[in-house]
């Protein structure tokens, strides 16, 4: 039996509203825990991490976002998302969209570890989270993804930048290695939403790093996961500064863009896929820049948002979002 379930949590609730709480651990770390639908990320959840996030500073060590429930999160709220795009809603899911952007730049900046416990589904928003943390330690069964291409988006929480920034981090900045074929991996998992069948294989695919823990036997996670919390705190954590990210640029981009045309050809991808992959491409090369071009974190997240508001407003990706709504199975239109 986890620490969430266990009675004595009764009364050590913090902080709650209609999707999350904040719950203290003991031993100076706390846990933010949803309780929506599927563990769906909403505004409310949003909140409620800014809140942790601020309580942390203050008030504990260290911070662990984890559930005692089977799946960590399904992702967004994808109704809501196309109800808003119906009615033309476009400033307010700007506004979400850079509120969750915002909450995982604080994750990844934060002065003390936040440690994410990902376990079963872990898919799009839910994943982005978890690629935002100090490290993670997830449950054997994690089934996680960037999945946003199969319903006709990017991910735009920073999850396209993480994983630009991961594969640059497999080799020493003084290293004049080409980056195209690092790159090349890193969107094929994203444009073919490639879904973990373990935690193992998320550590292949480079949604878990070396560093990061597994736990064997999911009733023990979160205890865990607030060990390797509290063990981060007490080495003497310290957040990495912002960093610089090199990119691909404009000749990067154009050798992305012609695979993606030679698929296509091939009858390997639909001509949606290809307007997706051709936004996530430009995302992951860094836009209309000269390869080589060294960028900020928040330069590619601003091109992850203005691709993810764009590819909404295809008439495609709605109807992706809205059959995936109905029958619970992706649409290749």
Not at 96 to 124: E, N
Not at 219 to 229: F, M, S, Y
Not at 295 to 302: A, F, H
């Given at each position: 039996m986890?620490?969430?379930?266990?009675?004595?949590?009764?009364?050590?609730?913090i902080?709650?509203?209609?999707?999350?709480?904040l719950?203290?651990?003991?031993?100076?770390?706390?846990?933010?825990?949803?309780?929506?639908?599927?563990?769906?990320?909403?505004?409310?959840?949003?909140?409620?991490?800014?809140?942790?996030l601020?309580?942390?500073?203050?008030?504990f060590a260290?911070?662990v976002i984890?559930?005692?429930?089977?799946?960590?999160?399904?992702g967004?709220?994808?109704?809501?998302?196309?109800l808003?795009?119906?009615?033309?809603?476009?400033?307010e899911?700007?506004?979400?969209?850079?509120?969750?952007?915002?909450?995982?730049?604080?994750?990844?900046?934060?002065?003390?570890?936040?440690?994410?416990?990902?376990?079963?589904?872990?898919?799009?928003?839910?994943?982005?989270?978890?690629?935002?943390?100090t490290?993670?330690?997830?449950?054997?069964?994690?089934?996680?993804?960037?999945?946003?291409?199969?319903?006709?988006?990017?991910?735009a929480?920073g999850?396209?930048?993480?994983?630009?920034?991961?594969?640059?981090?497999?080799?020493?900045?003084?290293?004049?290695?080409?980056?195209?074929?690092?790159?090349?991996?890193?969107?094929e998992?994203?444009?073919?939403?490639?879904?973990s069948?373990?935690?193992?294989?998320?550590?292949?695919?480079?949604?878990?790093?070396?560093?990061?823990?597994?736990?064997?036997?999911?009733?023990?996670?979160?205890?865990?996961?607030?060990?390797?919390?509290?063990?981060?705190a007490r080495?003497?954590y310290?957040?990495?500064?912002?960093?610089?990210?090199?990119?691909?640029?404009?000749?990067?981009?154009?050798?992305?863009?012609?695979?993606?045309?030679?698929?296509?050809?091939?009858?390997?991808?639909?001509?949606?896929?290809?307007?997706?992959?051709?936004?996530?491409?430009?995302?992951?090369?860094?836009?209309?820049?000269?390869?080589?071009?060294w960028?900020?974190?928040?330069?590619?997240?601003?091109?992850?948002?203005?691709?993810y508001?764009?590819l909404?407003?295809?008439?495609?990706?709605?109807?992706?979002?809205?059959?995936?709504?109905?029958?619970?199975?992706?649409?290749?239109?």
């Amino acid at each position: 039996m986890t620490i969430l379930n266990d009675r004595s949590e009764v009364g050590r609730e913090i902080e709650r509203n209609a999707s999350a709480s904040l719950v203290d651990l003991g031993d100076g770390a706390a846990c933010v825990v949803f309780h929506s639908k599927l563990n769906t990320l909403d505004l409310d959840i949003v909140q409620m991490l800014e809140t942790a996030l601020d309580h942390l500073e203050r008030d504990f060590a260290a911070l662990v976002i984890g559930n005692p429930a089977k799946d960590f999160s399904v992702g967004g709220n994808l109704q809501l998302l196309l109800l808003g795009a119906a009615e033309g809603r476009w400033d307010e899911i700007d506004r979400a969209v850079r509120q969750f952007q915002h909450v995982t730049l604080r994750i990844r900046r934060a002065p003390k570890p936040v440690i994410g416990a990902p376990v079963g589904r872990t898919l799009a928003g839910g994943a982005e989270l978890c690629l935002a943390c100090t490290r993670l330690q997830a449950a054997a069964e994690t089934y996680m993804g960037l999945v946003e291409s199969g319903v006709g988006l990017i991910p735009a929480g920073g999850g396209t930048m993480e994983m630009v920034k991961r594969v640059q981090a497999r080799i020493p900045p003084e290293v004049g290695v080409d980056l195209l074929p690092l790159i090349q991996w890193a969107f094929e998992t994203l444009s073919l939403a490639k879904v973990s069948r373990s935690a193992c294989e998320a550590k292949a695919w480079g949604y878990l790093r070396e560093g990061d823990g597994i736990t064997m036997k999911a009733g023990r996670l979160i205890e865990d996961a607030k060990d390797a919390a509290l063990a981060a705190a007490r080495l003497g954590y310290r957040p990495s500064e912002p960093g610089r990210i090199r990119v691909i640029g404009q000749r990067g981009r154009a050798a992305l863009w012609a695979l993606l045309y030679n698929l296509k050809t091939g009858g390997h991808i639909t001509p949606h896929d290809e307007v997706v992959g051709r936004k996530l491409a430009h995302v992951m090369a860094g836009g209309d820049v000269p390869e080589g071009t060294w960028v900020s974190e928040e330069y590619l997240l601003d091109l992850e948002r203005e691709a993810y508001l764009s590819l909404l407003g295809e008439a495609k990706t709605q109807e992706r979002i809205r059959h995936l709504l109905r029958t619970g199975a992706p649409l290749r239109n």
